[in-house]
């Protein structure tokens, strides 16, 4: 059986992929009356959503920052009344 931190760290990995960077994650397992298996509780808080709210090249001299920002192009913006 795997151990609770590889669980943990699965789980937490995945909240990350939808932008909850600080999921904390907690698990007990006790055994189970069998002896072969085992019972396991998963806590999750999966916390606030981080968002990014703005970005700036600084230093950059390798590429120019239209090219830095058409990298960027896929990313979401969230508009509010400075961006309309």
């Known amino acids: ?6 669980y943990k ?6 909240y990350k992929k939808d932008g909850f960077y600080n ?5 007990s397992t006790t055994p189970d009356s ?7 509780l998963v806590n999750i808080d999966k916390g606030e959503k981080v968002k990014v709210g703005n970005i700036e090249f600084v230093g950059n001299t390798q590429l ?3 090219k830095l920002k058409k990298a960027f192009k896929n990313t979401k913006r969230k508009k509010s009344a400075k961006n309309i």
Not at 9 to 14: A, D, H, L, R, W
Not at 23 to 27: A, D, R
């Open 1 to 6: 059986m795997k151990s609770n931190y590889y």
């Open 9 to 14: 760290n699965y789980i937490e990995n995945k």
């Open 23 to 27: 999921t904390k994650v907690f698990i």
């Open 34 to 40: 069998t002896e072969t298996d085992v019972k396991m």
């Open 64 to 66: 120019s920052d239209k």
